[in-house]
């Protein structure tokens, strides 16, 4: 917020009200709604399209946790040899890493004599060293760790979560975790949910349920309250809209203070927050947007105030080098910090008149769910009688239907695609096999399972698809058609054979069936398209009558004609874009 001097040249401007704006903004909007310019949020909440100084009494006052804006730059590392995870972990200590996440694909790597092996060269009392995976007992884990020389001053932590079994092996838990001060052994793990389809204020709600869930539990164990809080890590997820996202750990932050203090902890301390990127908007066949996307997600992150950022590989291999890949994500991390400086600023969206609200707002919506969470009888009982999987279930319903309809732009997926690279077309079945594999919440998989399998029986037939676009009346409307028709195939993998402005004339039907389109898209812009969508399609199927005919836009008054007259479809926005692809691919012969 911008506080202006009494001498400045904004007192020469009258103070104007929240209420003045809005109805100036009602009186230029004339016929349109008010209501189309304010966000309706996937949160549950709306968003005003302005904010002013009028709200600074309504901002929440966020717990600022550290004094710098430091962050640990976390490389994940799976482990099936330690003495080969040992040399990719010095080598992403060279790239600054600070922090380092050990993937662990079998308990017997966490003996004593393999750790050994994985922690040679690496001075544990100066990185954080975190554990996922398949990992043994955490007690058992956690007397291993903490008998290594160093290692008792560790800061990393566990990022697998504590199953419940008795009170006495809790205790035991504890027991074994004081032997390391710094060490985080409490994993509250946000990440399935994500990956299923989750929002901002449920992942929210989810943390301060699983916060909740501990402290109630290790209390009857006789665990002080601050001692559980300071052994607990919460791992979010980052995704791509970046406000929401930047406001999510700040949201969260203010309310866990509420939650610690209701089970008697100070709220002097809170639970590190560890955040990874999303792999749910992750594209296969544009890797470099994902470079993007990466970067979006870190700048939120890091603004937010997460402790440890854990930035995902921007390629799995197929379509980029893996050197490479690992490589550019590196430095990510380097390019914020060493010249962005956002290191430099603690809580930089204090005061921000948007963010504090959308921050407040998506408190409230988080702190709502959260009570359902409690009066279902917690977090455990409530998974266990289904509520949080039909809640988020609830939630990728309607993200999913946004997504099928292309409400949404996904940059190189449904909108602005790039062609193959020759490495993508020598690796398509892997890539497709890679696509079926994604997590279950991916907004792009489906989008790009579609375009692939086109693609792939082009490659293996020697024939691709193809679509001719066939513009009629005025110019300007049948250009922005034609637009996104070419957009709307090329999300499905179909070759576009050529698109041109045609008079309906004998020598146009030649035009549009000279290089044996598959598809021929009519972009009509007339007042009535119906008389000259007859005649195209009636003189189309006379001359090739399994040419299949699509008009672009909703169907018209009677439209029934032009469908007796071989329209096979309509395509516009609002269609289910996926349903229409797949069926246009079966009527051209993709299998």
């Not at 024939?463 to 034609?482: C, E, H, N, Y």
Request: hydrophobic letters at 40%; one cysteine or more; glycine letters at 6%.
């Amino acid at each position: 917020m911008i506080h202006s001097r009494p001498d400045s040249l904004f007192h020469e401007f009258p103070a104007i009200s929240r209420e003045v704006w809005k109805t100036k903004a009602i009186a230029e909007l004339k016929e349109t709604p008010y209501d189309t310019i304010v966000w309706h949020t996937p949160e549950g909440f709306d968003l005003e399209p302005w904010h002013s100084g009028e709200e600074a009494a309504q901002h929440l006052a966020i717990p600022v946790t550290k004094s710098v804006n430091s962050w640990n730059n976390c490389h994940r590392i799976t482990v099936h040899d330690p003495k080969t995870a040992n040399i990719a972990a010095l080598k992403c200590f060279e790239q600054d890493a600070a922090a380092v996440e050990f993937l662990m694909t079998d308990p017997a790597l966490c003996s004593l004599e393999n750790l050994n092996r994985l922690f040679a060269g690496i001075k544990t009392s100066a990185v954080a060293i975190h554990f996922s995976g398949n990992l043994p007992p955490a007690a058992e884990l956690l007397q291993t760790l903490a008998s290594i020389p160093g290692f008792a001053v560790n800061s990393g932590g566990l990022l697998s979560e504590a199953p419940a079994v008795s009170t006495e092996q809790d205790a035991m838990l504890f027991e074994a975790g004081n032997k390391l001060s710094l060490f985080r052994f409490l994993a509250i793990d946000i990440i399935p949910g994500h990956e299923k389809g989750s929002t901002s204020a449920q992942e929210i709600a989810l943390a301060l349920a699983g916060a909740s869930e501990y402290l109630h539990r290790f209390l009857q164990a006789g665990i002080p309250a601050d001692k559980i809080v300071s052994a607990m890590e919460i791992i979010l997820p980052i995704g791509s809209s970046h406000f929401t996202e930047l406001a999510k750990p700040r949201a969260l932050r203010y309310l866990l203070g509420h939650v610690l203090r209701a089970y008697g902890a100070s709220g002097s301390s809170l639970p590190r927050l560890f955040a990874r990127t999303s792999d749910r908007n992750h594209s296969l066949l544009d890797p470099y947007t994902n470079v993007l996307r990466l970067t979006t997600e870190a700048v939120s992150g890091i603004l937010g105030g997460y402790d440890t950022l854990q930035i995902g590989a921007f390629d799995a291999g197929l379509s980029v080098n893996p050197d490479i890949a690992e490589r550019i994500t590196g430095n990510i991390h380097l390019v914020l910090k060493e010249e962005a400086s956002l290191d430099r600023v603690v809580d930089p969206a204090h005061g921000s008149n948007y963010i504090e609200a959308l921050t407040r707002n998506l408190a409230e919506s988080a702190w709502n769910i959260f009570k359902a969470i409690e009066s279902a009888g917690g977090l455990a009982e409530a998974t266990h009688r289904g509520m949080i999987d039909a809640m988020i279930a609830e939630a990728e319903t309607k993200r999913r239907k946004t997504l099928e309809n292309r409400r949404k732009t996904l940059i190189g997926v449904n909108r602005y695609l790039w062609p193959l690279t020759p490495e993508q077309e020598e690796n398509i079945d892997a890539l497709e096999l890679a696509a079926e594999k994604m997590v279950s919440g991916n907004e792009i998989a489906d989008y790009e399972l579609v375009r692939m399998k086109t693609l792939s029986h082009g490659i293996k037939s020697g024939k691709t698809s193809s679509v001719f676009i066939w513009m009629l009346g005025d110019p300007v409307v049948s250009f922005r058609q034609a637009t996104f028709t070419e957009d709307f195939f090329n999300c499905g993998g179909f070759e576009i054979a050529g698109n041109a402005a045609l008079p309906l004339e004998e020598s146009s039907y030649k035009s549009a069936l000279e290089n044996k389109p598959d598809i021929v898209v009519l972009c009509i812009a007339e007042k009535d398209p119906l008389p000259t969508g007859e005649i195209i399609c009636s003189k189309l199927r006379s001359l090739h009558p399994n040419i299949i005919i699509v008009m672009a836009g909703k169907p018209p008054k009677e439209h029934e004609k032009i469908l007796n007259a071989g329209l096979d479809s309509f395509i516009y926005t609002g269609v289910n874009v996926l349903d229409m692809l797949k069926s246009y691919q079966h009527k051209t012969g993709v299998k």
